[in-house]
């Protein structure tokens, strides 16, 4: 059925699509699902026994020194960071995984870092760190448990959204004044509030993913002095084709994938 989809949309005009689609059940393939206004509102429908990815993916994943077969375009945009600043030596990052950024960091960046990674106690249990690593990346299960005010850069490599306390996890680092502030591969909304919605494209898991209002997190920033020095926008994961539809109802005009750097303005 994929490859009759794919067929379909090369060679055929939007009418006929629209009747094969029909015909064979055919449906245009979507990151997300549902609109809701508050968090625990979108909880209730979610199917997941983690909040996440279902625990018997999770136990599935394993830490390895090797780097991942497929680099995605938020591990090469994180690791770049460090090629222009020295003196980032400390990271903090929120949801590194099996792939924290430290792996991807060129080797002669590595020398005096440590990658600090708040991950979900589940996933924690599954990774075994190499003695190499040991002392270079440091998990963690709540980034209160970090001493914030020796950070030189927070990030969230496609991950600020699945947190339901974003909002003090960014008071907690902009008020200890982090240098430099990143957030990959996430989509955010023109809406004025920020919503939620679920993520539907890890099946058997649904989840909710928190729809970001661009326009708040900018004046949240802005508040808190710091600058946007480098943005990326899509309508896709960075480096990825474009996704036909992001959401099953909100039109793509209305979202974009962001990748955003902000600085704190001495």
């Known amino acids: 059925m994929k490859n009759l ?43 997941s026994d983690t909040g996440y990815s279902n625990l018997n993916i999770v136990k599935k994943k394993r830490f390895t020194n090797n780097l991942s077969s497929f680099i995605q375009g938020r591990y090469i945009v994180s690791s770049i960071i460090f090629s222009f600043d020295n003196n980032i030596k400390k990271i903090l990052e929120f949801g590194g995984g099996i792939e924290p950024v430290y792996k991807y960091i060129n080797l002669n960046r590595k020398k005096g870092l440590v990658n600090y990674v708040t991950e979900r106690e589940e996933l924690i249990n599954q990774i075994n760190i190499s003695e190499d690593y040991k002392d270079k990346i440091i998990y963690f299960t709540n980034h209160e448990n970090v001493e914030l005010n020796t950070i030189d850069i927070a990030i969230f490599n496609s991950s600020i959204q699945y947190h339901k306390n974003f909002q003090k996890i960014l008071d907690d680092i902009t008020n200890s004044k982090i240098k430099y502030i990143l957030i990959t591969d996430t989509i955010f909304s023109d809406f004025d509030l920020h919503k939620y919605t679920l993520q ?9 993913y928190i729809l970001l209002s661009f326009k708040k997190i900018s004046d949240f920033f802005k508040k808190k002095n710091y600058d946007l020095i480098y943005e990326v926008n899509g309508k896709n994961h960075l480096g990825e084709k474009n996704q036909v539809k992001i959401h099953e109802k909100i039109s793509n005009e209305k979202l974009n994938f962001k990748t955003l750097l902000y600085k704190l303005q001495n």
């Open 200 to 208: 539907v494209n890890t099946k058997p898991s649904k989840f909710v």
């Open 5 to 47: 989809k794919s067929i379909i949309s090369l060679i055929l005009p939007n009418y006929l699509k629209n009747f094969l689609k029909k015909l064979f059940h055919l449906k245009d393939f979507y990151l997300l699902e549902g609109f809701y206004d508050t968090y625990d509102m979108a909880n209730l429908d979610s199917v």
